[in-house]
């Protein structure tokens, strides 16, 4: 990831609060004398009782939970986790206030594979359920451009994958 931003021309990072993206985020923020900002929003999705559990021990004692979640992951939670319905919002909604109120700055956002997904979906107009057809590989780099129009803004994808 470090050398990936090496070549960036960043202004700013907002960063996951979890700590495998802060670190990193607040480490470079740092180095490079640029803002940090820390957004609990950009926390990869809450998988609640399945957090840090192998799929095959939740398919032995929870088969029909598990199952549920995976043919509709909009409608349904991992036990007392958040669904993605609910996830895509909180995201989306960070999105949109980065976007709208950091115009005129270079970003860099530390975020997790999930958060990453959920918002190329959103840019690429792509139904949510269709997330999982995004390979997005540890420190994987996505080049977003945000072009201004009076109050509206769009989003193109310029370059997905490592480096930028």
């Known amino acids: ?17 979890l700590q495998r993206c802060a670190a990193f985020a607040q480490h470079y923020s740092a180095q490079k004398q640029i803002p940090c900002y820390i957004e609990p929003a950009l926390q990869e999705l809450d998988f609640g009782q399945w957090e840090g559990r192998a799929i095959d021990e939740i398919q032995q004692t929870e088969a ?71 390979e997005v590989p540890y420190a994987c780099c996505s080049a977003i451009k945000v072009y201004y129009n009076g109050d509206e803004t769009r989003a193109t994808l310029k370059q997905h994958g490592s480096p930028v």
Not at 1 to 17: H, N, P, T
Not at 84 to 94: G, T, Y
């Open 1 to 17: 990831m470090q050398q990936a931003a090496e070549a960036l021309d960043i202004q700013q990072v907002f960063s996951s609060s």
């Open 64 to 134: 029909q939970a598990l199952h549920n979640f995976w043919s509709d992951p909009l409608s349904y939670a991992p036990p007392e986790g958040e669904t993605l319905a609910d996830f895509n919002q909180r995201v989306i909604e960070c999105w949109q206030k980065i976007i709208q109120e950091e115009a005129i700055q270079n970003s860099l956002l530390v975020i997790h594979g999930g958060v990453q997904k959920v918002i190329l979906a959103h840019i690429l107009e792509m139904p949510l359920t269709a997330i999982h057809n995004i």
